[in-house]
T-cell receptor, first 113, second 112 residues
Framework: DGGITQSPKYLFRKEGQNVTLSCEQN?????MYWYRQDPGQGLRLIYY???????QKGDIAEGYSVSREKKESFPLTVTSAQKNPTAFYLC????????????FGQGTRLTVV | DAKTTQPPSMDCAEGRAANLPCNHS???????VYWYRQIHSQGPQYIIH???NNETNEMASLIITEDRKSSTLILPHATLRDTAVYYC?????????????FGQGTTLQVKP
């Protein structure tokens, strides 16, 4: 089935370690997004990519990095520079045009101890 | 960037219509209004979107005012499974740069 897959669902890391979250889609979508969600809060945009080998910072990009080497994949690295990395991370993808909905993965809950 | 404003919470009786308002007074002419909902600890689910005409699908109806400064999502017969956080989003920019900016959303509680 077509869809967007995030892995793992739960991730634990020690403070100071970099960690990479996976996001894969087989929907042939050009655009992909990463969001962060804290308890009781809305989604905040970290990075987004409109096309392969290109991406833009969202509202809270500091401490994060991404790559878009393949259309299907948009991994997010949470670096040690991110001061409060514990959060729920959501990946999404969409077509650029015509306007259609974005599809979300089920999220990765990252806990840094 | 266009921003949205929603009430933080609303209640609705099961079987009744739920009307969720959203203000987007700075929306530009080529920006679409999208609605998503998020059930606890899951990824958001698309509901509906529109530009300036009212829209209806199997899940909901979207009413956009003529000046496009506000919209209302209507769930015609709310069920307990409709309890969720509902997000009104303006897709920013042209069709080639359409990033999705989420607001705080409205927590809809459907009660028996």
């Amino acid at each position: 089935d077509g869809g967007i897959t995030q892995s793992p669902k739960y991730l634990f890391r020690k403070e100071g370690q970099n960690v990479t979250l996976s996001c894969e889609q087989n929907l042939n979508h050009d655009a992909m997004y990463w969001y962060r969600q804290d308890p009781g809060q809305g989604l905040r945009l970290i990075y987004y990519s409109q096309i392969v080998n290109d991406f833009q910072k969202g509202d809270i990009a500091e401490g994060y990095s991404v790559s878009r080497e393949k259309k299907e994949s948009f991994p997010l690295t949470v670096t040690s520079a991110q001061k409060n990395p514990t959060a729920f991370y959501l990946c999404a993808s969409s077509r650029q045009y015509p306007h259609t909905e974005a599809f979300f993965g089920q999220g990765t809950r990252l806990t840094v101890v | 960037d266009a921003k949205t404003t929603q009430p933080p919470s609303m209640d609705c009786a099961e079987g009744r219509a739920a009307n969720l308002p959203c203000n987007h007074s700075t929306i530009s002419g080529n920006e679409y209004v999208y609605w998503y909902r998020q059930i606890h600890s899951q990824g958001p689910q698309y509901i509906i979107h529109g530009l300036k005409n009212n829209e209806t699908n199997e899940m909901a109806s979207l009413i956009i005012t003529e000046d496009r400064k506000s919209s209302t999502l209507i769930l015609p017969h709310a069920t307990l499974r409709d309890t969720a956080v509902y997000y009104c989003i303006v897709r920013v920019g042209s069709s080639n740069t359409g990033k999705l900016i989420f607001g705080q959303g409205t927590t809809l509680q459907v009660k028996p």
